[in-house]
């Protein structure tokens, strides 16, 4: 197994890495951001192996980005919240999304990130392009762009 | 050897992790970011294995993120600079370094990020929080913040 850690790396960016750098997990950060909270929504959106998936949101859950709560009792089932430090992670995320649709997306954004309020976008500075307030996780909605019609 | 690529994501983060997400990928950018563009200065400066190293660099050349320039002839030497494409990863890497400040520097940030024009810093939105000036990666420099200075 390889390892997660950068050794002798004093560095933000390196702790960073070591908790969200392991494939799969920025995408299940994505489905949680979306509101894909349940294990099998976000299985059937990334159909990733079931152990994958297990030992990813472990790992989250140990780092203090997401929290299982129970929504059934039986059988026993959880979805995974955000925690506060885990809603810190949407910049992250966002201009990820921002550098693909600028640079990997011919056939345009998949999906528009807009402000609820006023249907702007983000700019580079995760600013609302379009009344110039400050965007965050809780104040954008998302719609289907023309890069997903283009391959529906 | 592990896939690259996340089959299925129609998604513009799932595609800038297909070409950052590899294990010390966002650390070299890093170091080419720091002024750090030769082979043996990222060597020496990350400690990974030369084949990883050369492996990474190719695909970033590949990627059209980084380019490659010669720098001496007899024996032929090469340093790697960030191409636009690569510059505009700069906010990716921002936000994980401030996240990392954020969330798991204990002991401070190991280095400070300031504005050049005014020693002020990035706020959240990646804007100088003395001035006011968005801030880019031309426009600002590094110093060593306590986080270093604790482990040292």
Redesign the interface.
Known sequence: M?SRT????????????E?I?E??T??IL?EVFRGNRRFDQMQGA??IARNVLTARLEHLQEAGILERRRYQERPARYEYMLTE?GI??W???????????????EGG???YVEHRDCGGQPD????CDRCGE?LHARNVTRRPGP??KA?A
Do not use: F, N
């Open positions: 390889l950068y050794e002798g790396q004093v560095c933000s960016v390196a702790r960073t890495l908790l750098g494939r799969w920025v995408l994505r990334l159909g430090k810190d992670l910049p992250v995320l966002m201009q990820m999304l921002i550098w693909g649709d600028k640079h990997l997306a954004p998949p999906v580079e500075h995760l600013i400050p890069g997903l391959v």
